[in-house]
């Protein structure tokens, strides 16, 4: 294995590491902001001013994690793809394939249960059973 691929790897797996960590402290604090609104505290965190802003900063955290989390997987499956035994060329196809086919099958995913979800939500509104929507 050469230098570069043991690289990729290792940061890659390195980056997916800060970013779940990332991600993770996020996830932590929305539930605390969650479990506060439900007793009855103020609706805020991480030393946050207010409510929105702990929103603003969890949603920066999320964005950051995620952002770090992909990096560190193209890195990491870009570290895999030279170093296969199979030859780069096929490798890059078959990984490149693979991405699209989820991406393609996530679009497809999220639109269907996106208008199922507004469909369900709009019924909701209109028949006054609010508290029948939905989770998000």
Known sequence: ???LTEALVIS????DLVG???LSHAHNAESIVEIKAEIGAEKKALGEDDAIATHAQLLAEKRAGFFILTVGLVLY???LVLKSPEGTGTMIILASGVVIVCIV???IW???VG???KEQ???AEKDGNEDELPEQ
């Open 12 to 15: 890659g797996v390195a980056m």
């Open 110 to 112: 999220t639109r269907v």
């Open 77 to 79: 499956l870009s570290g």
């Open 115 to 117: 208008t199922k979800v």
């Open 1 to 3: 294995m050469s230098l």
């Open 105 to 107: 099958g996530t679009v």
């Open 20 to 22: 779940a960590g990332i």
């Open 121 to 123: 939500a709009r019924k």
